[in-house]
């Protein structure tokens, strides 16, 4: 059983579309986080959720809506995308902030 | 300055020897501190955290923690060619529910 799940592992679209990636944890954690990871590889939180709230929202376009219905799921949903979206987009979840996130296997985003 | 820096290399080191990774950040209020081991293409995976000054040893892997330095550090003892990856430092602001990740340093472990 994968602990935390995202589909697709592979997005291609193109620019102006809309999409969504999808993640599930199976972990019981109470908190889960989007993180988009570049071409430098840097890894930076988006979004995190902490029982169904938004607690941390960083400096992410409105384009990029993420909801979590319950707390084992967290979507992310993308309008109008653009060229600098691509990116490898990691769902994560945690229980509470003191014992580390586990990470889904990552969805590829190419935005042509 | 970065929250959390590393040095990126590549890191070699040959197969038998320790490796060395060392990470400092900028927030003192930091309580949490995690490092991450990501292969090419694949996600991060938690190897080890801590949280108190000192040492932490679990398996051929130890942690160190210096607070008042603002550094953090991860041995890897008689490395092995498998351990070739990127490791990522993380750091989380108590109450924040953030992990705040380094640009990670590429590690190389020569057989």
């Known amino acids: ?112 | 300055q970065k929250e959390v820096e590393q040095n990126s290399g590549p890191l070699s080191v040959p197969e038998g020897a320790i490796a060395s990774l060392n990470c400092t950040y900028s927030d003192r209020g930091s309580q949490s501190f995690f490092w991450y081991r990501q292969y090419s293409g694949k996600s991060p995976e938690l190897i080890m955290f801590i949280y108190s000054n000192g040492d932490k040893e679990d398996g051929r892997f130890t942690a160190q923690l210096n607070k008042a330095s603002q550094y953090v550090s991860l041995l890897i003892r008689d490395s092995q060619p498998s351990d070739s990856a990127t490791y990522l430092c993380a750091v989380s602001p108590s109450g924040t529910y953030k992990y705040i990740f380094g640009t990670g340093t590429r590690l190389k472990v020569l057989a």
């Open chain 1, 1 to 112: 059983d994968t602990a935390v799940s995202q589909t697709p592992k592979y997005l291609v679209t193109q620019m102006g579309n809309d999409k969504s990636i999808k993640c599930e944890q199976n972990l019981g954690h109470d908190t889960m986080y989007w993180y988009k990871q570049d071409s430098k590889k840097f890894l930076k939180i988006m979004f995190s959720y902490n029982n169904k709230e938004l607690i941390i929202n960083e400096t992410v376009p409105n384009r990029f809506s993420p909801k979590s219905p319950d707390k084992a799921h967290l979507n992310l949903h993308i309008n109008s995308l653009e060229l600098g979206d691509s990116a490898v987009y990691f769902c994560a979840s945690s229980q509470g902030d003191a014992q580390g996130s586990f990470f889904g296997q990552g969805t590829r985003l190419t935005v042509v």
